[in-house]
Nanobody, 120 residues
């Protein structure tokens, strides 16, 4: 089982970035994909999630309205589109898989992180 997060990089305030999370080794539609981030010196926090069963997405208050999530089932990939980024979005971003959509549950699988740095 593997989750591969990618797409991180350096972006200017107000810009956009798209992260990808590609899953392998399990049935893509059986798990929700949950995005987290962790900034230096801070606790890990939930960003958003995607439930493949009803295609619904949910977002933390800090990202709602700026971030969106989509999925390409043919590629077993979920995308986190980050728009209007702010310096506070600087963090290592992780994707994880769990049956439930959300970040308050223990995740079954984790991907490695991808660094996002927003310059002011």
């Amino acid at each position: 089982v593997q989750l591969q997060a990618s797409g991180g990089g350096l972006v200017q305030t107000g810009g956009s970035l798209r992260l990808s999370c590609t899953a392998s080794g399990f049935t893509f539609g059986d798990y929700s994909i949950n995005w987290f981030r962790q900034a230096p010196g801070k606790d890990r926090e939930g960003v958003g999630c995607f439930d493949p069963r009803d295609r619904r997405t949910h977002f933390a208050s800090s990202t709602k309205g700026r971030f969106t999530i989509s999925a390409d089932d043919t590629k077993n990939t979920v995308y986190l589109q980050m728009d209007k980024v702010e310096p506070e979005d600087t963090a290592v971003y992780y994707c994880a898989a769990e049956y439930l959509c959300g970040w308050y549950h223990e995740q079954q699988f984790w991907g490695q992180g991808t660094q996002v740095t927003v310059s002011s």
